[in-house]
């Protein structure tokens, strides 16, 4: 079993990012998927989640308007899409997943974790 995410990279603020996260050895299908994001010094943290069914549940304020996440299922893959990033959104970025239908952020309720993509947002 493994989720990887990929798509990580050096933008300028102001810039977009496309974070993907890929299964394999494992179906995403009625499973919630959430991002965490760890940055240096910090506790991994939460960002937004999405439900079976598509639904959206955000965990950090200032990412509204700004993140977007999407399932593809027939690709077994999970998106985010990173709008007007700031430098405060620079972090490892990880991928994970709950055996539920239902979205949480704590980490006690995640039953897989994926490797993380680094996301550094600098001019």
């Known amino acids: 079993v493994q989720l990887q995410a990929s798509g990580g990279g050096l933008v300028q603020p102001g810039g977009s990012l496309n974070l993907s996260c890929a299964a394999s050895g494992l179906t995403l299908d009625y499973k919630a998927i959430v991002w965490f994001r760890q940055a240096p010094g910090k506790e991994r943290e939460g960002v937004l989640c999405?439900?079976?069914?598509?639904?959206?549940?955000y965990y950090v304020e200032s990412t509204k308007g700004r993140f977007t996440i999407s399932r593809d299922n027939a690709k077994n893959t999970v998106y985010l899409r990173m709008n007007s990033l700031k430098p405060e959104d620079t972090a490892t970025y990880y991928c994970?997943?709950?055996?539920?239908?239902?979205?949480?952020?704590?980490?006690?309720?995640?039953?897989?974790w994926g490797k993380g993509t680094q996301v550094t947002v600098s001019s």
């Open positions: 994970a997943a709950r055996s539920s239908y239902y979205c949480s952020n704590y980490h006690a309720l995640i039953d897989f």
């Open positions: 999405i439900n079976s069914i598509g639904g959206s549940v």
